[in-house]
């Protein structure tokens, strides 16, 4: 008699994105197109450029990118903040994905960001007062504690996406373009395997182009 064959271990990530950052996106694309070739369940939590940059000496360009970046992540918090957790990841991503499909895929950027943020309101049919949080600090003690809970577990010299899966994090991986298929679980193979490593920290070269969103 042969025995049965052993399950399918799911594995359980988070990733720790802020909408405006086009390098989380490609890092969250990626990890959408691993779910597909690997048993891999994901989380969605946000951190916060602005947060991570806040009170620090920056030229003004990017100080000006900063400001707008406030609203989507605000916004994302306030609308799911009160959900149960299932419900607030799966809002959580719808926004993410809407958000993103402007900011970058439509290539709108920032520049018009409140009527991003409002197109995509409408979109989700959620309460249109959460566009008035863009603009407010209502809510920055909860979208600064999910940004610091990234921070603890990867140190406060990186930036977004955080990943954190079962007991290790990292930052990245900074990739472009996306990967997809059997690519992209070989990438997550090997992400698994340098992150999981005692003492192992860092791997880097130097970016020569931008994002690719094809």
């Known amino acids: 008699m042969t025995s049965a064959p052993a399950p399918i271990r799911t594995t359980r990530a988070e990733m720790f994105f802020d909408p405006t950052c086009p390098w989380a996106w490609m890092t969250s694309r990626w990890l959408m197109e691993a779910a597909q070739v690997r048993d891999l369940d994901v989380t969605w939590s946000v951190m916060s450029l602005a947060v991570l940059n806040d009170g620090r000496d920056l030229d003004e360009g990017y100080r000006s990118f900063l400001t707008k970046a406030w609203g989507p992540v605000r916004v994302i918090v306030a609308a799911t903040k009160d959900l149960p957790a299932d419900d607030a990841n799966t809002l959580r991503k719808k926004m993410y994905d809407a958000l993103g499909q402007r900011i970058h895929l439509d290539g709108r950027g920032t520049d018009d960001i409140d009527a991003v943020i409002a197109e995509v309101v409408e979109e989700l049919g959620l309460d249109a ?19 610091q809970r990234a921070i603890d577990l990867v140190g406060d010299d990186v930036g977004t996406p955080v990943v954190s899966v079962e007991g290790t994090a990292f930052f990245g991986p900074v990739v472009t373009p996306a990967p997809k298929g059997e690519a992209a679980g070989r990438l997550w193979d090997g992400c698994l395997l340098v992150a999981a490593t005692p003492g192992f920290y860092e791997i880097k070269r130097s970016r020569q182009v931008g994002p690719d969103f094809s």
């Open 129 to 147: 007062a959460l566009t008035d949080v863009a603009g407010s600090d209502v809510v920055d003690d909860e979208l600064r504690a999910s940004h």
